[in-house]
């Protein structure tokens, strides 16, 4: 992940620097919405003749988020870790059937 987000960084500033922090959050809120519309053709519940595109919306949402990780210097694999346990911790029996 730590060469993920050295190689956006690269990019970004390549491209001049960073967006302002609203202006990332507003490029995750599209992309996740652009990941939505193709999921809703890849399900059927839209009507698309075209192929489904969730692959590259998916890349798309996580460089837009990782571009809001770099700009507050997070490092995402440390969140990520922490996360995972938080899940594991919190959530430990949220998905056991209720019917055992």
């Given at each position: 992940m730590e060469r993920l987000q050295r190689e956006v960084?690269?990019?970004i500033k390549s491209f001049g620097g960073y967006w302002e922090p609203f202006e990332m959050l507003g490029a995750v809120v599209e992309e996740l919405g652009e990941l939505s519309r193709e999921m809703l053709k890849f399900e059927g519940i839209k009507k698309d003749e075209g192929n489904s595109r969730?692959?590259?919306e998916l890349g798309d949402v996580l460089f837009a988020l990782i571009c809001i990780a770099n700009y507050y210097n997070?490092?995402?694999e440390k969140a990520l870790d922490k996360t995972i346990s938080k899940?594991?911790?919190r959530d430990k029996e949220r998905?056991?059937?209720s019917t055992l």
């Open positions: 960084d690269r990019v969730i692959e590259e997070i490092n995402l899940y594991s911790f998905w056991r059937s």
